[in-house]
């Protein structure tokens, strides 16, 4: 399929006009970051922050006149203010299309998922730790224990969220605006996996991420929750910044494999939340060690309590270590986890664990800091 041209997209948007302004948006400048690949389409739509819940029918008739074109299979509009300052905000739960905006001393921006009971950040300094694997299991650990559960995957650019869970079907959006999560399992889902086909490149600009994230959590009718997961996607960029400001969490997980190198990137998110004021409730230690199925040999392929010791020097609880187990990744490719699978397993029973330490955390009332005030410029 020949990708559509910019200019034929942004020929569509001269039919949208600002409503305040009497021009149309692209002779206002207002669309940026335009991106077209294989049908699929996504911009960003500058705008003043204070007219951000304003200008919502103008993101959706750009959106619907985009989508109209042919040839087109999907187009993502945000709204976005172009100089935002964000601080750690502590009020009520607003319209998510609407940017974060500059603060005064009357004002701040709202926080998400503040109706949520507890939201569990899981995250890693790197990919290709498994942190995917423990945040799905551990969500499912968590509803086995009869706790209303969902699962938030934030990771924009490579969800994984469909696969590992089994799922291909969209979510439905009742009145065109908000959107159910997908239930399996137990567990209430959302991904933007469901939404974009799974090789489709998301080659998508800072702010759309920002927008696609916020979307995810106000736009989705969660329903009554007592702990969400959020699959964080890897590293300390600002996907994680943002959920650290914008979203009541809990706290937060780091996950890391057992060796010095994935040790360091682990540090670094640590530390990330710490400078934030965001709860850390320990450190996991995936892949720690490898039974051979065979013979019952043990062998530490990444070496073996790297993560333990860190977590002594860096102040933090140390909440487990998990096995390189052949099932817990086929259970991964397939939709099947562990956790969900074969829950009297001995691989299934160190998530257990680890969710039973985290329930305590939570349920122990001392994971609430005090909200901090955060400054980007």
Same mark, same amino acid.
Request: charged letters at 20%; hydrophobic letters at 40%; glycine letters at 8%.
């Given at each position: 399929?020949?990708?559509?041209?910019?200019?034929?997209?942004?020929?569509? %948007?001269?039919?949208?006009?600002?409503?305040?302004?009497?021009?149309?948006?692209?002779?206002?400048?207002?669309?940026?970051?335009?991106?077209?690949?294989?049908?699929?389409?996504?911009?960003?739509?500058?705008?003043?922050?204070?007219?951000?819940?304003? #200008?919502?029918?103008?993101?959706?008739?750009?959106?619907?006149?985009?989508?109209?074109?042919?040839? =087109?299979?999907?187009?993502?509009?945000?709204?976005?203010?172009?100089?935002?300052?964000?601080?750690?905000?502590?009020?009520?739960?607003?319209?998510?299309?609407?940017?974060?905006?500059?603060? *005064?001393?009357?004002?701040?921006?709202?926080? #998400?998922?503040?109706?949520?009971?507890? =939201?569990?950040?899981?995250?890693?300094?790197?990919?290709?730790?498994?942190?995917?694997?423990?945040?799905?299991?551990?969500?499912?650990?968590?509803?086995?224990?009869?706790?209303?559960?969902?699962? %938030?995957?934030?990771?924009?650019?490579?969800?994984?969220?469909? #696969?590992? %869970?089994?799922?291909?079907?969209?979510?439905?959006?009742?009145?065109?605006?908000?959107?159910?999560?997908?239930?399996?399992?137990?567990?209430?889902?959302?991904?933007?996996?469901?939404?974009?086909?799974? *090789?489709?490149?998301?080659?998508?600009?800072?702010?759309?991420?920002?927008?696609?994230?916020?979307?995810?959590?106000?736009?989705?009718?969660?329903?009554?929750?007592?702990?969400?997961?959020?699959?964080?996607?890897?590293?300390?960029?600002?996907?994680?910044?943002?959920?650290?400001?914008?979203?009541?969490?809990?706290?937060?997980?780091?996950?890391?494999?057992?060796?010095?190198? /994935?040790? %360091?990137?682990?540090?670094?998110?640590?530390?990330?939340?710490?400078?934030?004021?965001?709860?850390?409730?320990?450190?996991?230690?995936?892949?720690?060690?490898?039974?051979?199925?065979?013979?019952?040999?043990?062998?530490?392929?990444?070496?073996?309590?790297?993560?333990?010791?860190?977590?002594?020097?860096?102040?933090?609880?140390?909440?487990?270590? =998990?096995?390189?187990?052949?099932?817990?990744?086929?259970?991964?490719?397939?939709?099947?986890?562990?956790?969900? @699978?074969?829950?009297? @397993?001995?691989?299934?029973? @160190?998530?257990?664990?680890?969710?039973?330490?985290?329930?305590?955390?939570?349920? @122990?009332?001392?994971?609430?800091? /005090?909200?901090?005030?955060?400054?980007?410029?």
């Amino acid at each position: 399929m020949a990708d559509i041209s910019n200019a034929q997209i942004l020929d569509a %948007l001269r039919t949208i006009q600002d409503p305040d302004k009497g021009q149309d948006i692209v002779s206002l400048n207002m669309v940026t970051g335009l991106v077209s690949k294989s049908g699929n389409i996504g911009f960003t739509i500058e705008v003043d922050a204070e007219r951000g819940p304003k #200008l919502e029918p103008v993101r959706k008739a750009a959106e619907e006149v985009v989508k109209a074109i042919p040839g =087109v299979l999907s187009v993502t509009v945000v709204l976005t203010a172009p100089t935002v300052v964000l601080t750690a905000p502590t009020a009520a739960a607003a319209p998510p299309q609407q940017p974060s905006q500059p603060q *005064d001393s009357k004002q701040q921006p709202v926080k #998400l998922l503040e109706d949520i009971g507890a =939201v569990i950040a899981v995250a890693s300094g790197k990919g290709g730790v498994g942190k995917s694997t423990t945040a799905v299991n551990l969500a499912l650990a968590f509803c086995q224990k009869g706790l209303k559960t969902a699962i %938030l995957d934030a990771d924009i650019y490579g969800p994984s969220l469909p #696969l590992m %869970l089994g799922i291909t079907e969209k979510p439905d959006s009742p009145d065109g605006k908000t959107l159910m999560p997908i239930e399996k399992y137990g567990l209430k889902c959302m991904s933007i996996g469901f939404m974009v086909p799974a *090789d489709t490149p998301m080659i998508w600009r800072g702010p759309m991420v920002m927008g696609a994230l916020e979307q995810m959590m106000g736009d989705v009718k969660w329903g009554e929750i007592d702990v969400l997961i959020i699959d964080m996607p890897p590293g300390t960029g600002d996907a994680q910044l943002t959920m650290a400001q914008r979203v009541a969490l809990a706290g937060s997980v780091i996950v890391s494999t057992p060796q010095d190198l /994935a040790l %360091l990137d682990a540090r670094k998110g640590l530390n990330m939340f710490k400078r934030v004021e965001v709860p850390v409730f320990g450190i996991i230690e995936n892949m720690s060690y490898f039974l051979c199925p065979h013979c019952g040999e043990r062998s530490e392929i990444f070496t073996h309590g790297g993560a333990k010791d860190a977590a002594a020097q860096m102040e933090v609880d140390f909440l487990g270590e =998990v096995p390189l187990e052949m099932a817990i990744r086929e259970g991964s490719d397939t939709g099947r986890p562990i956790v969900a @699978s074969s829950p009297d @397993s001995p691989q299934a029973k @160190s998530y257990h664990e680890i969710a039973d330490r985290l329930w305590a955390k939570i349920s @122990s009332g001392d994971s609430q800091p /005090a909200a901090p005030e955060i400054i980007v410029e």
